[in-house]
């Protein structure tokens, strides 16, 4: 075996293999990750032989698939009259009756009237039913969550989970995935994320922008280079969660679609178009680099937040004891593997200055993230704009994590947790955005071997 210093060579290496489009297809990122102590390798077999398979059973409980989003709030940046009229593009909100009560009812008392008004009803009519190992006798079980959701360690534009628009929506049965929405609409909304939210001035051209002044990504990458390492973070935090939405596009894009069936797959080309290294001119690696450096940033909350999911009085409350039990048990499974990843990103070096600029910089890099949440409101396609809320939102609770770190480690073993909290809305964000860029991950190695056998 490799030792650690082994793997933490200052080196990105770029292999080839053939493609499909008559040169070689440099995908292969290995290596060293610019900002952290880590490599590619080392996480890959971490996400996909331990973490994937224990997020993705995780995720499929009734806890972790049942998410409330109000997605009818308008677009506050400009006139959208973009929705798209396209079916895979719908989102299926859920019947009320249909989650478990647990979840839904405010007090969080499980009642067994609520219980079986779960009728099963038509597959097109609903949004998947209750998950029949739920237990039929009543359960009084009481949870109450402070909900309080001190804005001022907010990084998103939390959604009003009371609004009467709000609706629970079954993750499980709107997977994310190619739904046709793409071109201009589409492209206005990374735009606008990039050139307005990501500290950049306007004279810096982004790396293949349209028109002149593309000089290869020579002056923006010198540019970046030049920033703090805050900033420079924030843009990579950014630009690897564009890169995991694409390899999920890619991943499960739609290959046939005719009145006897829809298959949904790999398409190597679409993935080949956002990041081989000839095509995209050298951004397709850089891009899966920021990926990998987004991935980090998440394990990293993950194990920071272990002592607040630790303490015996938390529960994965949905009413049914031994099955929340063993959800926790799976979940503080998946955090101590968190904790015990050697190569973690050290967020220390954040906001570390002088105290006042630190201070300044730390609002300012929490009030563009509040705007791009708020830009999400944005999307034309609402299950994009369902998976898009969910993704940043998660990212959010991940940074408010990170800087929370000294009230984390003050709370006490019993009792209400004061200075820091989470709702049940954030931690099913940050777990399922995480699951997302762990399934990219994942997806990364199916591309690579696909391409190897072509």
Same mark, same amino acid.
């Given at each position: 075996?490799?030792?650690?210093?082994?793997?933490?060579?200052?080196?990105?290496?770029?292999?080839?293999?053939?493609?499909?489009?008559?040169?070689?297809?440099?995908?292969?990122?290995?290596?060293?990750?610019?900002?952290?102590?880590?490599?590619?390798?080392?996480?890959?077999?971490?996400?996909?032989?331990?973490?994937?398979?224990?997020?993705?059973?995780?995720?499929?409980?009734?806890?972790?698939?049942?998410?409330?989003?109000?997605?009818?709030?308008?677009?506050?940046?400009?006139?959208?009259?973009?929705?798209?009229?396209?079916?895979?593009?719908?989102?299926?909100?859920?019947?009320?009756?249909?989650?478990?009560?647990?979840?839904?009812?405010?007090?969080?008392?499980?009642?067994?009237?609520?219980?079986?008004?779960?009728?099963?009803?038509?597959?097109?009519?609903?949004?998947?039913?209750?998950?029949?190992?739920?237990?039929?006798?009543?359960?009084?079980?009481?949870?109450?969550?402070?909900?309080?959701?001190?804005?001022?360690?907010?990084?998103?534009?939390?959604?009003?989970?009371?609004?009467?628009?709000?609706?629970?929506?079954?993750?499980?049965?709107?997977?994310?995935?190619?739904?046709?929405?793409?071109?201009?609409?589409?492209?206005?909304?990374?735009?606008?994320?990039?050139?307005?939210?990501?500290?950049?001035?306007?004279?810096?051209?982004?790396?293949?922008?349209?028109?002149?002044?593309?000089?290869?990504?020579?002056?923006?990458?010198?540019?970046?280079?030049?920033?703090?390492?805050?900033?420079?973070?924030?843009?990579?935090?950014?630009?690897?969660?564009?890169?995991?939405?694409?390899?999920?596009?890619?991943?499960?894009?739609?290959?046939?679609?005719?009145w006897s069936e829809k298959k949904w797959g790999p398409n190597?080309?679409?993935?080949?178009?956002?990041?081989?290294?000839?095509?995209?001119?050298?951004?397709?690696?850089?891009?899966?680099?920021?990926?990998?450096? =987004?991935?980090?940033? %998440?394990?990293? *909350? !993950?194990?920071? /937040?272990?002592?607040?999911?630790?303490?015996? #009085?938390?529960? +994965?409350?949905?009413?049914?004891?031994?099955?929340?039990?063993?959800?926790?048990?799976?979940?503080?499974?998946?955090?101590?593997?968190?904790?015990?990843?050697?190569?973690?990103?050290?967020?220390?070096?954040?906001?570390?200055?002088?105290?006042?600029?630190?201070?300044?910089?730390?609002?300012?890099?929490?009030?563009?993230?509040?705007?791009?949440?708020?830009?999400?409101?944005?999307?034309?396609?609402?299950?994009?704009?369902?998976?898009?809320?969910?993704?940043?939102?998660?990212?959010?609770?991940?940074?408010?994590?990170?800087?929370?770190?000294?009230?984390?480690?003050?709370?006490?073993?019993?009792?209400?947790?004061?200075?820091?909290? =989470?709702?049940?809305? %954030?931690?099913? *964000? !940050?777990?399922? /955005?995480?699951?997302?860029?762990?399934?990219? #991950?994942?997806? +990364?190695?199916?591309?690579?071997?696909?391409?190897?056998?072509?």
């Amino acid at each position: 075996g490799a030792t650690r210093s082994e793997f933490c060579g200052n080196r990105l290496l770029l292999s080839s293999w053939p493609g499909t489009t008559g040169h070689h297809t440099h995908l292969k990122v290995t290596g060293y990750l610019d900002d952290c102590t880590c490599d590619v390798e080392t996480i890959d077999a971490l996400n996909n032989y331990e973490l994937f398979p224990r997020l993705n059973e995780l995720l499929q409980s009734d806890y972790f698939r049942y998410y409330k989003v109000n997605l009818k709030k308008p677009c506050p940046f400009w006139n959208d009259n973009s929705h798209c009229g396209i079916r895979d593009c719908a989102v299926k909100p859920c019947p009320s009756n249909e989650v478990p009560d647990g979840i839904r009812s405010g007090s969080y008392k499980y009642s067994e009237e609520a219980n079986n008004l779960a009728e099963e009803c038509e597959e097109a009519e609903r949004l998947g039913a209750v998950d029949g190992s739920l237990s039929e006798e009543t359960q009084e079980a009481v949870l109450r969550w402070t909900q309080h959701d001190d804005s001022s360690d907010s990084f998103c534009e939390a959604d009003d989970i009371h609004s009467p628009d709000a609706e629970y929506v079954d993750l499980l049965l709107n997977p994310e995935r190619y739904t046709g929405y793409k071109g201009p609409d589409a492209w206005k909304i990374w735009n606008s994320i990039y050139e307005e939210n990501c500290f950049k001035p306007q004279t810096v051209k982004r790396p293949l922008a349209s028109g002149r002044g593309d000089d290869g990504g020579h002056t923006f990458y010198n540019w970046l280079k030049g920033v703090c390492v805050e900033k420079r973070a924030f843009y990579r935090l950014i630009s690897g969660l564009h890169a995991s939405i694409n390899i999920h596009l890619s991943a499960r894009y739609l290959l046939q679609d005719t009145w006897s069936e829809k298959k949904w797959g790999p398409n190597v080309t679409e993935f080949q178009q956002r990041f081989d290294e000839v095509i995209t001119r050298g951004e397709g690696p850089r891009r899966l680099k920021n990926l990998y450096f =987004l991935y980090l940033i %998440e394990l990293r *909350a !993950l194990s920071k /937040a272990l002592p607040f999911f630790e303490r015996p #009085v938390f529960q +994965l409350y949905t009413g049914n004891k031994i099955h929340d039990a063993e959800i926790k048990n799976l979940l503080l499974e998946i955090l101590h593997l968190a904790k015990s990843f050697p190569l973690h990103f050290d967020e220390n070096s954040f906001f570390a200055g002088n105290k006042k600029e630190a201070a300044k910089l730390k609002e300012e890099f929490r009030l563009h993230f509040k705007n791009i949440s708020k830009i999400m409101d944005c999307v034309g396609c609402f299950k994009c704009r369902l998976w898009g809320k969910l993704q940043t939102q998660g990212l959010g609770t991940a940074l408010k994590i990170l800087f929370s770190e000294n009230l984390i480690e003050k709370i006490p073993e019993s009792g209400p947790s004061y200075g820091f909290q =989470l709702t049940r809305q %954030e931690i099913v *964000a !940050l777990f399922n /955005a995480f699951g997302r860029i762990s399934t990219s #991950v994942k997806e +990364l190695e199916n591309f690579r071997t696909i391409l190897r056998n072509m």
